[in-house]
């Protein structure tokens, strides 16, 4: 079941959303809750920002949407498909999750990582040995030629640029196939002409495909020229969702200097979550 409501007489349908959360709550020890009654709904196609101080619970609720983190308490709806309870291996592969320090084999050359992200579509012997089918290498190249890295293909990530390295994930990311992206901060490491230019491919290849995206991102000028909507997030709460253009940089620090407002615990205090990668 979606979480989407069904339209009043006379109003358009209402579009399931692709991802939904619905008053989530998450704790990584008993008590000290991170995320606190998060809602939100992004329609397909969104490219949403989370914005919010250090330590707000941005990465928190990106791993919780990424399928890894358990749910105690809230439901959250991926594609339609309930992450709280239990997704079909087929739909984990239609989120691609970028974290922040991007997960790359180092050792391993730019199209090798890039290749990475088509395992899950192959899990025979050969594949684990490194041999991919021609299509799959092809279409490996075809993305880093997409994101201006052709040339990088053969070159071992770690002899790659920070803004390199970047690409190099998001190509392994769209080399899963996703339907939805989750990037962590993943461009904070460049400088904002450099960030810019990242963010501005990945939007183009996020139109062409369809692809709903959300982005951690801390530069407000990154938030404005790139999402269309941004969500901010303090103390593990949203406290201001709006059109990105509509947030300005005085608002935003209006938003995360105002005192806190208290939040009701929920009921339930056994309702502990334990982070088993920690
Ligand atoms: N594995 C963990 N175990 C225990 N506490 C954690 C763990 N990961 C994060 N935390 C705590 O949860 C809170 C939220 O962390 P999170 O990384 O989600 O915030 P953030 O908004 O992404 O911060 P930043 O912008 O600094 O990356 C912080 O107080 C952090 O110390």
Redesign the pocket.
Known sequence: MTPSRSSLPGEAPLEAPAIAAEDLWFA??PGAW?LRGVSLRVPPGGFWAIM??????????MRILAGLLPIPRGRVFVLGHPLHESLPPAMRRMVGYIP?QLGLVRGLTALENVLMGALARHDGWRTALGFFPRAEIERAYALLDALGLAEKAGEKVIRLSGGERQRVAIARTLMQDPQVILA??FVSDLDLPRAAQVLGRVRELARERGLTVIL?L?EIQLVQEFADHVAV?KEGRIVHESAAAALSWPALRELIEAPSEPSPVPAVPSLIAV?P??
Do not use: F
């Open positions: 990584y020890r991170i919010g101080p250090s330590g707000a619970g941005k990465t928190t609720l922040q962590d901060e951690n801390h997030l982070d990668r920690a």
